[in-house]
């Protein structure tokens, strides 16, 4: 399902950049279930109306090339 909606988002990217900008999108089923200004208000307000795992949050780019992190380095995660 989210890889649907990721797949919608890159076939899309230019014009959801176009109409809303740098901002953290909530995406289900191929729709836009809101637009907000940074990834934990996108998470909260999604939540309140969904299910954990069945949307995706998307940070909206104007293109492929600025989504795309590039380390010099090996990277490892780190627990929050």
């Known amino acids: 399902m989210q890889n649907q909606d990721y797949e919608y988002f890159l076939q ?3 014009g959801l950049y176009k109409q809303y900008g740098h901002k953290f999108l909530a995406l289900k089923d191929r729709q836009i279930l809101g637009v907000y200004d940074d990834f934990k208000t996108a998470l909260d307000e999604t939540l309140k109306q969904e299910e954990y795992g069945t949307f ?3 940070e909206c780019f104007q293109s492929k090339e600025e989504c795309v ?4 380095r090996n990277v490892i995660s780190v627990p929050a």
């Open 12 to 14: 899309n990217m230019e």
């Open 56 to 58: 995706l949050i998307q």
């Open 69 to 72: 992190q590039h380390f010099q």
